[in-house]
């Protein structure tokens, strides 16, 4: 079965610096998001992507974060400034045009900000 | 706003035995129902779905029934195997509201031989 890819699968930095996760999506889905699970609590959702725009967005995606797809293949959320709390797992996923189409997800970067 | 709620784990159960997993939701409308499993190291893999009322999801022995009477979504399967430990979620999409996932918390689930 094709997968969705995330590196790194673990990312260490300094509260204040700029991570980028990088996402490898399906080759030929259209539709990419950015999830993330705090330990211990729910997959929230984070931003939805299509057509080169974000779609939806949650009020935790603020203008901290930042989403991007540079270059067809790759999808990468970038957030600014990293805080103690958005430690957290990430997920990647992504899914083809039709709305029923099930969503693929990458096995996620555990983002550590110490 | 729409959510999720399962039980709590971890669940831990011995080779066979029965497991259900509860899951109840709260949202407008008609929403699609989900489960969805991570097994150790991975990423979240779609299990089973419903998307209307008295739907019946079921893949690798599990089941689940959309019961929109009760809001609820249980997961269930007639005997579990060690190969079936891992983190399980809930899931629901609405479409009056975008096409995101809305997850519950997620249960471990630990099986002993």
């Known amino acids: 079965e094709p997968e969705v890819t995330q590196t790194p699968s673990h990312q260490v930095t300094q509260m204040g610096q700029e991570v980028i996760l990088r996402c490898v999506p399906i080759?030929?889905?259209?539709?990419f998001y950015w999830y993330r699970q705090i330990l211990g609590q729910k997959v929230e959702f984070l931003v939805s992507?299509?057509?080169?725009?974000?779609?939806?967005k949650s009020e935790i995606f603020d203008d901290q974060f930042s989403v991007e797809r540079p270059d067809g293949s790759n999808f990468t959320l970038k957030i600014r400034s990293t805080k103690l709390e958005d430690s957290a797992m990430y997920f990647c996923?992504?899914?083809?045009?039709?709305?029923?189409?099930?969503?693929?997800f990458g096995s996620g970067t555990q983002l550590s900000v110490l | 706003g729409d959510s999720v709620t399962q039980m709590e784990g971890p669940v831990t159960l011995s080779e066979e035995a029965f497991l259900t997993i509860n899951c109840t939701y709260t949202?407008?409308?008609?929403?699609?129902l989900f489960w969805y499993v991570q097994y150790p190291g991975e990423g979240l893999q779609l299990l089973l779905k419903?998307?209307?009322?008295?739907d019946k999801g079921s893949n690798k022995g599990f089941e689940a029934t959309y019961r929109k009477e009760t809001t609820s979504f249980h997961l269930e399967k007639g005997s579990v195997q060690v190969s079936d430990s891992a983190v399980y979620f809930c899931?629901?999409?609405?479409?009056?509201?975008?096409?995101?996932?809305?997850f519950g918390a997620g249960t471990i689930l630990r099986v002993k031989s």
């Open positions: 949202a407008t409308g008609y929403p699609s």
């Open positions: 996923a992504s899914r083809g045009e039709a709305t029923n189409e099930k969503l693929f």
């Open positions: 992507f299509y057509n080169n725009e974000i779609s939806e």
């Open positions: 419903a998307t209307k009322a008295d």
């Open positions: 899931a629901l999409r609405n479409q009056e509201y975008g096409n995101k996932l809305v």
């Open positions: 080759s030929n889905h259209l539709y």
